[in-house]
């Protein structure tokens, strides 16, 4: 009995294990004109380090308004995944329209959040996101939609307001 309790026991623990896996991630820019900054990719479970409310976070704020991603990544510590930079605009980190960029990392999350600042050359407060399930899929298409901040408008409120800004592919590596 004391042999099958231990068996079982040690049996859930091996099941309740979280084994990561690597991952391709591909951005692409489909905005007219306007480039996007850093893509910050982390688990979808973070999303209290992203949103505060109706809001965002004064670490999400300060990506979405300046295209830095330290302080979000840094808020959100050990489970941050990714970073990504496209090669183009002035300070050369901005990812342009139709341009792509692709990067490689190993995560056990099962939902991904995928965040990026619209550059400000047109409207100062946007930024482009979504949250994709990873879970059981080999390979998985989304786009990431519009959002505006409400922060020039001084309503501090997030609403969408567009879709397909940037589309996305994720693969696992087998």
């Known amino acids: 009995?004391?042999?099958?309790?231990?068996?079982?026991?040690?049996?859930?623990?091996?099941?309740?294990?979280?084994?990561?896996?690597?991952?391709?991630i591909t951005v692409t820019n489909?905005?007219?004109?306007?480039?996007?900054?850093p893509i910050l990719v982390t688990d979808a479970g973070n999303d209290a380090h992203i949103f505060d409310g109706a809001y965002v976070t004064a670490e999400a704020e300060e990506q979405i308004l300046t295209g830095d991603p330290k302080m979000l990544a840094e808020r959100i510590g050990g489970d941050m995944v990714a970073v990504g930079h496209g090669m183009d605009g002035p300070p050369g980190v901005l990812l342009a329209p139709g341009k792509s960029v692709t990067l490689n990392f190993k995560t056990d999350a099962t939902a991904l959040r995928v965040i990026a600042m619209v550059?400000?050359?047109?409207?100062?407060?946007?930024?482009?996101?979504?949250?994709?399930?990873?879970h059981a899929q080999e390979k998985v298409a989304f786009d990431l939609n519009r959002f505006d901040i409400g922060h020039d408008e001084g309503t501090k409120m997030n609403m969408a307001v567009g879709s397909g800004a940037a589309s996305v592919t994720i693969e696992r590596a087998m």
């Open 1 to 24: 009995m004391f042999k099958t309790l231990i068996s079982a026991v040690a049996l859930s623990v091996v099941a309740g294990t979280a084994f990561a896996d690597n991952y391709t």
């Open 119 to 134: 550059a400000p050359t047109m409207v100062a407060d946007h930024y482009v996101s979504n949250v994709v399930d990873v």
């Open 30 to 37: 489909n905005l007219d004109e306007e480039l996007l900054a």
